[in-house]
């Protein structure tokens, strides 16, 4: 599972590398990645590591997990990353991009403060 995870970051980290403007139909490309998900493979400095992290790892004071930061943040970057690259290359706005999540995940702080204020209430 853990060499699963670290070619989803590699993939996200490729994809400007592997895209090309070069159909001359129209094209639908669907790209799923599982890299917020757990064990989280990416480092303080945003970096692929092979020192992957459990879901069970320590958490900090504020209740939300480093490395799962990390590989969000990273997610994110990849994703901004191909959208500049589709504006450099001329195609975005010829561009359809559907972002789509399963769920949120309970190591957010203000998931975690309106879960505690409602748990209060009831």
Known sequence: MAANNIKQYAY???????????SLNNTYKYIQVSSTHAPWS???SG????DVQSYN?????DGSIPAHYNAEK???DSIVNYIKWLKKND???NTMIILVSDHS???SI???KKWNDKRRFT
């Open 91 to 93: 195609i975005f706005d």
């Open 74 to 76: 990273y997610t994110i």
């Open 105 to 107: 995940a309970d190591d």
């Open 47 to 50: 970096k692929i590591t092979s």
């Open 42 to 44: 990416i480092s303080n």
């Open 12 to 22: 996200l980290n490729l994809i400007t590398s592997i895209s090309n403007t070069n």
């Open 110 to 112: 203000l998931f975690k």
């Open 57 to 61: 790892q320590k958490r900090s004071v």
